[in-house]
């Protein structure tokens, strides 16, 4: 296994130019002091994505990446994990109406997976059995 794990993450480190701290599940970013990948920055731009499954997307959900997948049919499709409220915000007029609560209402939000479609509107998101078992997760740059 650990001869297996060494080429693949010569391969992985061949094709995107970098060191990876993990071969079965490589994710890019930029060097580190020891000069090792971790979440935080792009791919260079002609850098192919690194395709990974759902495991490695959720992990970079948690360390505040976006992801998709490749195989996804809405072009532009991507999640993000949104951290959820755990001071409480105060409510606005639509989530009052649906909750019956008074506008303002101070209420405590979990965090969430949070799914921008295709037309670039968002709705809360569950992953399908099909998103978990897939291995086509890619992360998506930021453009600023």
Known sequence: AQAV????????????GARVTDAFNPVYTDFDSEGYVSFGNTLPVDAAPILMGFGGALDALKSGKRVTREGWNGQGMWAVLQKGYPDGI??????AQATGLPEGTVCKFRPYLLLCTAPDDFVHWIPTGSDILADDWVIVPVSV
Request: aromatic share 0%.
């Open 5 to 16: 794990a060494a080429a693949v993450r010569k391969a992985v480190e061949g094709a995107v």
């Open 90 to 95: 105060p409510i606005n007029a639509g989530t």
